[in-house]
T-cell receptor, first 114, second 112 residues
C-alpha cells in the first residue's frame, strides 16, 4: 500500500513570497490533515478535511494560509505571504473516518523562510 | 483546554538499557491514546493505541500503560536499540471529530 506522498521535500523562500505544498493521501482515506511542526515541538493541526469538506480549521491563520482538497483526494496548502515564523515542517496525514484515529503521515515539507 | 505534557523532554541512554517515558493529559472526554514514534526527518508512525478500558498493551519491546483515572500514560522501552533513537509523541483523543492534541514529545537518544 502506497503511503502519503508530499512534495516538495524542502523549500526555501524569502519572507513575503508565496509557497504551495501538495499532498496525495492513502487511497480510500476520507480524512486528510495538515499539521505544522516547529522544531522541537509536536505537530499542530492546521486543518482537517473529511472528503472535500472542512471539519476543523480553527488553528489555520486564514489571513495568510489557505488549503483545499478538490474532489476529496489530493490537497494543497498555500501560504501567502510567508513570514519568518512560518519556518517549520508541514506534515500531511490521512486516515479512515472516525472513530478510527490512526493517522498515517507523509515525510513532510521542510519550509525555511529567510 | 486540552493539554498534553510529556516528560522528560529529552533522554540519553546506553544501548541495551530500559527507559520509561511519561505523558499526562487533560483531554476530556477521553476515548483513546496513541503513542507515535517520529524518526528525524520523517512523519510520526503509530506504535500503539490504548482505549480507556485498557491498562497495558505491548508491541514488541514497547509497553504502554494507561491510567484513565489519573489521566496518565507511560511508554516503556525494553533493551533499547540504536534504532529507538527518535521522538516519542503522546496523542490522547476524544473520539469522533474532536481536534487531536499532540504532545511535544520526548526526544530519546540511544548511544552505543
Amino acid at each position: 500500500e502506497a503511503g502519503v506522498a508530499q512534495s516538495p521535500r524542502y523549500k526555501i523562500i524569502e519572507k513575503r513570497q508565496s509557497v504551495a505544498f501538495w499532498c496525495n493521501p492513502i487511497s480510500g482515506h476520507a480524512t486528510l490533515y495538515w499539521y505544522q511542526q516547529i522544531l522541537g515541538q509536536g505537530p499542530k493541526l492546521l486543518i482537517q478535511f473529511q472528503n472535500n469538506g472542512v471539519v476543523d480549521d480553527s488553528q489555520l491563520p486564514k489571513d495568510r494560509f489557505s488549503a483545499e482538497r478538490l474532489k476529496g483526494v489530493d490537497s494543497t496548502l498555500k501560504i501567502q505571504p510567508a513570514k519568518l515564523e512560518d519556518s517549520a515542517v508541514y506534515l500531511c496525514a490521512s486516515s479512515h473516518l472516525p472513530p478510527d484515529t490512526e493517522a498515517f503521515f507523509g515525510q513532510g515539507t521542510r519550509l525555511t523562510v529567510v | 483546554k486540552n493539554q498534553v505534557e510529556q516528560s522528560p523532554q529529552s533522554l540519553i541512554i546506553l544501548e541495551g538499557k530500559n527507559c520509561t517515558l511519561q505523558c499526562n493529559y487533560t483531554v476530556s472526554p477521553f476515548s483513546n491514546l496513541r503513542w507515535y514514534k517520529q524518526d528525524t526527518g520523517r512523519g510520526p508512525v503509530s506504535l500503539t493505541i490504548m482505549t480507556f478500558s485498557e491498562n497495558t498493551k505491548s508491541n514488541g519491546r514497547y509497553t504502554a500503560t494507561l491510567d484513565a483515572d489519573t489521566k496518565q500514560s507511560s511508554l516503556h522501552i525494553t533493551a533499547s536499540q540504536l534504532s529507538d533513537s527518535a521522538s516519542y509523541i503522546c496523542v490522547p483523543h476524544s473520539g469522533g471529530y474532536q481536534k487531536v492534541t499532540f504532545g511535544t514529545g520526548t526526544k530519546l537518544q540511544v548511544i552505543p
